[in-house]
């Protein structure tokens, strides 16, 4: 019986010793690596038929300019982001109710009444407004647009307000104000309006990639896009100018720029 004692006692002290000299339970060991600590999401959302700014690839995926530009400011400045897809009206209501926290979506800065609700980033790109009609339409200008013309835009936008404009001045027939800008070109196609108001490089993306239409006439205003987040959330505004800048100065934007608009 002691034999068998004293066995177990030396096992337990070889075991002991094997575990301190191999580190186990050791202090000398490194802690293990923390997990970094929580990394931000931030949720952005948009109109994506907008391209080459906002839209959708074949798998449905929200991409374009705006979201590679977003993306890369994320990196930089240590946030994540996603991105949801709604009509562009409710963009502004939703960051201002703190219910999502970026705009990406070819937003026009510099509108005052905007500017009430939300906070723009600085802007990333200079645009304006044009008229699109069909190839075959005797339009050269707004200036050839009369009473018995319809001319559409999508809802929320500087065209739109361009469009009411029109109307209420009684240079043109009627408004036609629609969610998405893609289902604007068709009712163009189909002659249900006979000229739509839109942002040149949107136009003329579309005008590149599909025949029968074309731009018309000078533009029509002056857009600078930023992005957009609630009033109060200056700290991420200062993240997205800060990751803005750096994307300017180190090539970033410059590739991106000629991945979509080449
Ligand atoms: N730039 C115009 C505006 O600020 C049109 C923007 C439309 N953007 C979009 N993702 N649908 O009103």
């Known amino acids: 019986m002691k034999t068998t004692k004293k066995l177990m006692t030396l096992i337990m002290v070889i075991a002991m010793l094997a575990m301190i000299f191999s580190g186990c339970g050791s202090s000398s060991e490194p802690a293990a690596e923390e997990p970094a600590a929580d990394v931000p999401t931030y949720h952005c959302i948009t109109e994506a038929s907008f391209p080459p700014f906002d839209t959708t690839d074949e798998d449905g995926n929200i991409v374009g300019f705006d979201m590679d530009l977003m993306n890369a400011i994320a990196e930089d400045q240590g946030f994540k982001v996603d991105y949801t897809d709604m009509v562009f009206d409710s963009l502004i209501p939703s960051v201002e109710s703190h219910q999502y926290d970026i705009i990406t979506a070819g937003m026009n800065a510099e509108d005052p009444e905007r500017q009430k609700h939300v906070s723009f ?29 319809i001319v559409a835009s999508q809802v ?53 990639k599909i025949e029968g239409f074309k731009m018309v006439g000078e533009p029509m205003n002056a857009e600078a896009y930023g992005f957009a987040v ?33």
């Open 121 to 149: 980033s600085d802007t990333y790109y200079d645009s304006a407004l044009m008229v699109v009609v069909k190839e075959d339409s005797t339009v050269t200008s707004v200036d050839d647009l009369t009473t018995d013309m």
């Open 156 to 208: 929320g936008t500087t065209g739109a307000d361009m469009c009411n404009s029109l109307a209420d001045e009684k240079k043109i027939k009627s408004a036609t104000i629609i969610d998405a800008f893609s289902d604007c070109m068709l009712q163009l196609k189909n002659g249900d309006v006979q000229a739509v108001i839109i942002d040149k490089p949107v136009a003329q993306a579309y005008i590149n």
């Open 230 to 262: 609630a009033k109060d959330n200056t700290e991420l505004l200062e993240k997205i100018n800060a990751g803005l800048k750096n994307m300017m100065e180190n090539g970033t934007y410059d590739k991106l720029l000629e991945k979509w608009f080449n």
